[in-house]
Each structure stands twice: as structure tokens, then as C-alpha cells.
């Protein structure tokens, strides 16, 4: 009589989530051993979720209910249509461990707000395996035929994280749907971060006259035309000033934005609009024109930096920086690691967006 064979496990399982809290009741103790790291992710979802639940359940959610809760969902992974806000996670299965059989290997959020779609959102906590074909390729190639399912290829514009783990999607998404990758990257950028230990203090005096504070609403119209510029400067994402006005009135309104106020004029803005438990995130630096090589961006960062980790209680402050950018020599100058050539970092990462053809853009 022949042996009995046990029925195949899949080796992956792929779930879509269409609330943030149905991704961070599963998502969320990976994401906040790597909250750095995880920044966009986590803190996106985290916006989406009541105020309530984000300090009482998610704080207390373990790895034993992830692993309940994932043992109960395995056989209901199938994805489906969407037009609204969802995330894809993807895990690992592994039969034979009795305490800790799924792991996750990959998140994908795809997401809107009030000016239009976000790119396509990825990320992985096994950074240093990315660079292994075997372990990337069929991973990235479960998470792309769910995304497939999910969405029509025009709503994929561009795709944003880990420089490695976006170009092995970009590649997988264009063979499968046979939309193009643009030839220049939209964005490839350093992630850094800045902690109390690597703060640099400085010995310069702002000019008389001038101050750094948080933008107030009659600053609207001057910190709108600094957010258009800004958008304009990428070229891939312009803002018409009515939508760079409902921008600004959001930053105020929620307290998100400091200004260079030079006594009659802003010269500098510095945004902060992703926030977690221990982690923040620049996500908005920009000086006039006229204003610039005087110090004020490096003034102002490094006085919201400090702001957020002596003040607010924040463990890291985080940033992406242009390769080529300029900027590079004043977040090093405030204590940001990894830039203007000073490799060697393990936290520092190689961030990359690339956009598709024939796509209707969002903007972020």
C-alpha cells in the first residue's frame, strides 16, 4: 500500500486587507520592530485608523494573536477588486514551526488622499535579502499577480521603496501587464535619520529679526507657493496653487509645518506629516529662491529636528534625500547619517520610485 502523502502547504500566503485595521492587526509587530524603516507604511495606516485603537489594541497586539489570527485566514486569501484604500501582505508558511509558522516578507499599500492616489507603497523587513534572486523573484512575483487582480494597470503610476525591491516589481508588473517602465527613475533618494546621539549642535546665531516657529493660517498663501514650488521642482508631480492651498490649509491646520519667517517674508519650509510612536518623518524641505544659500534650511531643520527629539519625545527623525541633491550637505551638517559620501550604515537605504506609461498620476 503506498505511503500517504500530506497535502502540499503553499509556500506563500498573500492577503489583502481593505482597512487599516485589518493590515495592523496582523502587520503591525513587525512594522514596530522596524518603525523606522517602515515609516510610510506604518504611518499611513496608522492615520486611518481611530486615535483609540491605535494606543490600546495595536500597542498590544503580539506575535501569538498574528500567528492566530493568520492560521484562521489561510484558506480565504483570494484577492479581489478594488477602488478604494487596501494593502497586500505577504508571508512566509512554513509547516513544521509550531510557534511562529508565518512570516512576513513583504508589504505593498496602495492608498489616496485629499490630493489625488498615492504610488504604489513597498516594503520588506528582509532588506538583506533582496539582493537574492531566489528569495526576491518568487515573492515579488505572488504579490504582483494579487495586485493584478486588485486593480486595473492604470491606476499603477509609479511604485516607491527599497531600490532593489522596487526594480524586481517594475520588472514583474511590466511583463505581466505589459505597461512600460519610464526610462528615468521619478525619484532615487537615500533614507536617513537623525537621532539625540548624532544631533549636531551649532554655534550660529539667527539674524535679528528672524524666526522659526510653526506656520499660522495667515501664512497660507506663502507657505502654498512654497509647496507648489516644491512639487513643481519634481517635475512628476506639479500642483496647481488651488491644490497647493488645500495642502497648506491641511499642513496648518494640523500643526505639520514650520516656517523661516524672516520678519515679512518665509524663506524656508520644513513639513513633518508621518508620525508613529517613536518615529518621524521630514517629508518637505524647501527655500525660495531668493532666500537660498543663507543658512535657513539648515537653521530650520535642525530646529524642528531638535524640536521632535527632545520635545515631543521621538526616538529618530527620518528623511529621503536625492541622490544628486544639494540638500545631502545641510541634513549632514544637522546630524542626519550615511550622506555626502559617508557610507557604511546598515540603517541607511537605497530608496527608488519608477514610474509606468499610459498611467493617470496621483500625486504624494
Known sequence: ?????APREPQFLVLQHDSAGDFLSVAYPTLRAQEASSNIILAH??????????????????????????????TVSSPHQSDGC??????????????SPFTLDMTLSCLRW?????????????????????????????????????????RVFSAFGQDALVKQFAKCWSRR??????????YEAYFSYCEKDTLRPTKKVLPSGHNLRRAIPADREHVAKLCKEFADDS???????????????????????????????????????????????????????????????????????????????????VLYVGYDNSAQFVYDKVGFQGLCGRAGDPRIERSLELGFSDTKRGHW
Open 1 to 5: 500500500m503506498p505511503a500517504l502523502i
Open 45 to 74: 495606516a496608522l492615520k486611518m485608523i481611530h486615535t483609540e485603537s491605535a494606543m490600546t489594541e495595536m500597542q498590544f497586539t503580539c506575535n501569538s494573536d498574528v500567528q492566530d489570527r493568520l492560521q484562521r485566514r489561510k
Open 86 to 99: 487596501f494593502w497586500l501582505t505577504l508571508w512566509s508558511y512554513s509547516p513544521f514551526s509550531t510557534e
Open 114 to 154: 485629499k490630493l489625488g492616489e498615492y504610488p504604489i507603497f513597498l516594503w520588506t523587513p528582509s532588506l538583506h535579502r533582496v539582493n537574492e534572486r531566489e528569495w526576491l523573484g518568487p515573492r515579488v512575483d505572488a504579490i504582483v499577480d494579487n495586485l493584478k487582480a486588485c486593480v486595473p494597470p492604470r
Open 177 to 186: 501587464t505589459g505597461v512600460k517602465i519610464e526610462k528615468k527613475p521619478f
Open 235 to 317: 517635475v512628476y508631480f506639479p500642483l496647481d496653487f488651488d491644490r497647493a492651498l488645500v495642502e497648506a490649509d491641511e499642513l496648518i491646520a494640523k500643526g505639520q509645518i514650520w516656517v523661516y519667517d524672516t520678519g515679512g517674508d518665509i524663506a524656508t519650509i520644513c513639513a513633518v506629516t508621518r508620525t508613529t510612536q517613536r518615529v518621524s518623518a521630514i517629508t518637505k524641505v524647501y527655500t525660495a529662491p531668493n532666500w537660498r544659500r543663507k543658512g535657513c534650511a539648515e537653521f530650520l531643520v535642525r530646529d524642528v529636528t531638535t524640536r521632535l527629539l527632545h520635545e515631543c519625545g521621538k526616538d529618530t527623525v
